[in-house]
């Protein structure tokens, strides 16, 4: 029986055990695929990373990745990019290059930046790490694919919106940007509140239209951190609200880009999630920048670790 280390952490809050928990576990050898989805579906966690440094790679700034939720394989997902990032920082399986002074799309952030890249089955991510000049470190991780938006038909949008319990009909658009989710904005944040999302109905849409889940966002209340806040439903990949979705906040960017209620491509702003499952979490997002793909960002911190024994 084979003993396998891993870490949980906690991505996207400032205070301890308010954002979104992931567990990075890491292997020496690639592992069965059933059985990576079996024990992502008993921990419990919205998602699992199986995190690998092969000992013939070249480049030291760069590792592997698997992905699951507690249903299927994803791709990309946000937070748990970051947190695989954070520990494969912290256990020194990477080097990253030399810090230079943030510049680009970060140079609105004081301190230093430098670079890793992660590598999954069919995509690559490149993540930015930022040290600020009390040291400490927020991670971005960069959508590998830019974003896209396709407006829903009449008949597809009002069926979204009935299953998320919103009580005004929107325009409804299906976003990729790295991630795929149906995305609409209401009109505040006490219609957001209001909602009361039908889980099962939610599911179907998902799988009919092949998106991870539905994202829904508003403007803020005044005094909030925020510009938007977010809600993210995702029963078809077996979280049915996600604390804080990576995925699905950048899918709110580029949706907010394509209806030019947003900022100026590069600038940052900031998008909060998580309240109405007792979280507090925040999201740096930046872009389009000049790929059409978009940066997005946070804290990550080890809240646990241990060994998990695989057979």
Not at 252 to 263: G, K
């Amino acid at each position: 029986m084979e003993k396998l280390p891993y870490h949980v952490v906690d991505v996207f809050s400032d205070a301890p055990l308010r954002g979104n928990p992931v567990m990075v576990v890491l292997v020496q050898a690639e592992l069965d695929a059933a059985q990576m989805q079996a024990f992502a579906a008993w921990n419990g966690m919205p998602e699992t990373v199986y995190l690998r440094r092969p000992a013939e790679a070249q480049d030291a700034d760069a590792y592997q990745v698997r992905i699951f939720s507690p249903r299927t394989e994803l791709a990309f997902a946000g937070h748990p990019s970051l947190g695989a990032a954070h520990v494969a920082l912290a256990c020194g399986l990477v080097s990253p290059p030399p810090f230079t002074p943030t510049q680009g799309a970060f140079s609105t952030f004081e301190g230093q930046e430098s670079t890793l890249w992660q590598h999954s089955p069919g995509t690559s991510a490149q993540i930015k790490v930022l040290q600020h000049p009390s040291g400490n470190v927020e991670l971005f991780v960069k959508t590998p694919t830019p974003g896209t938006v396709r407006p829903l038909t009449a008949g597809q949008a009002s069926a979204v919106c009935q299953a998320t319990g919103s009580a005004v009909e929107c325009l409804v658009y299906r976003v990729s940007a790295g991630a795929n989710w149906v995305v609409f904005k209401l009109g505040s944040a006490a219609d957001l509140a209001s909602l009361s999302p039908d889980m099962p109905t939610i599911e179907v849409l998902s799988a009919e239209l092949g998106v991870s889940g539905v994202t829904v966002y508003a403007p803020t209340s005044a005094g909030e951190r925020g510009q938007f806040e977010v809600r993210s439903f995702g029963p078809a990949i077996g979280v049915p609200e996600d604390a804080v979705c990576g995925g699905g906040n950048a899918c709110v960017a580029a949706l907010e880009h394509e209806l030019s209620y947003a900022q100026s491509s590069g600038t940052p702003y900031l998008t909060q999630q998580g309240r109405f499952v007792g979280r507090e979490g925040y999201v740096h997002l930046i872009g389009p920048v000049e790929d059409q793909r978009f940066w997005l960002g946070g804290t990550a911190t080890t809240v646990m670790t241990g060994a998990v024994n695989f057979a």
